[in-house]
Nanobody, 122 residues
Framework: QVQLVESGGGLVQPGESLRLSCAAS????????MRWYRQISGKERELVAS???????????NYADSVKGRFTIFRDIDKNTVYLQMSSLKPEDTAVYFC????????????WGQGTQVTVSS
């Protein structure tokens, strides 16, 4: 079965950290562009971070300006899981976070997880 399952969301206070997990099955995350999106209430879904490979290197990462320096995306190939490490969390980070796998480069499709809620509040 090909799917993504997010976990790790919850309620935290401003300034604290949280790690989200995205467990993939049915394919290897090494062969896909892996992304984290989020959707803040009342706003459109936005790209937070991505990790992929190029002809020059593997594990190339990119981040939205709003999270740069605070969030880190990384993979555990053996566990076939991608993570989003979030630090210095702010109330404006409150959103539903979605994992995304783009397999089109390998002849596959795009997968979405169901999302996990992150709430940052004092």
């Amino acid at each position: 079965q090909v799917q993504l399952v997010e976990s790790g969301g919850g309620l935290v206070q401003p300034g604290e950290s949280l790690r989200l997990s995205c467990a993939a099955s049915g394919f290897s995350i090494r062969d896909a562009v892996m992304r984290w999106y989020r959707q803040i209430s009342g706003k459109e879904r936005e790209l937070v971070a991505s990790i992929t490979w190029t002809t020059w290197a593997d594990g190339v990462t990119n981040y939205a300006d709003s999270v740069k320096g605070r969030f880190t995306i990384f993979r555990d190939i053996d566990k076939n899981t991608v993570y989003l490490q979030m630090s210095s969390l702010k109330p404006e980070d409150t959103a539903v976070y979605f994992c995304n796998a783009d397999r089109r480069r390998q002849g596959g499709n795009i997968l979405w997880g169901q999302g996990t809620q992150v709430t940052v509040s004092s």
